[in-house]
């Protein structure tokens, strides 16, 4: 399988980016997909997690009622919407694919290369 991900770049506090994670190689409607993130000397952290049929999601704390995950299964896509993004949130985006529902990064069994977002002050 494989997973690309786009749509990084840099934009000031408060703006906005749409991340976007193509898949192929798999059934993209099988699998729950997350997004996560990791700074410069940090660990790989959650973000969000979208559910097969978009019915369920799930946000780390730090990015709940900011940031929106979404799917789309015709298009083997999934998306995360950032707004009101924080120079905390700059880091290495990566979006991620599973066969079980979760948080951790050990459920997720193929990854993305990952995309750069840059949020100056």
């Known amino acids: 399988v494989q997973l690309q991900a786009s749509g990084g770049g840099l934009v000031q506090a408060g703006g906005s980016l749409r991340l976007s994670c193509a898949a192929s190689?798999?059934?993209?409607?099988?699998?729950?997909m997350g997004w996560f993130r990791q700074a410069p000397g940090k660990e790989r952290e959650f973000v969000s997690a979208?559910?097969?049929?978009?019915?369920?999601?799930n946000y780390a704390d730090s990015v709940k009622g900011r940031f929106a995950i979404s799917r789309d299964n015709a298009k083997n896509t999934v998306y995360l919407q950032m707004n009101s993004l924080k120079p905390e949130d700059t880091a290495v985006y990566y979006c991620?694919?599973?066969?079980?529902?979760?948080?951790?990064?050990?459920?997720?069994?193929?990854w993305g290369q990952g995309t750069q977002v840059t949020v100056s002050s």
């Open positions: 991620a694919a599973a066969t079980g529902w979760g948080r951790v990064t050990q459920l997720y069994d193929y």
């Open positions: 979208i559910s097969r049929s978009s019915g369920t999601t």
């Open positions: 190689g798999r059934t993209f409607s099988e699998d729950v």
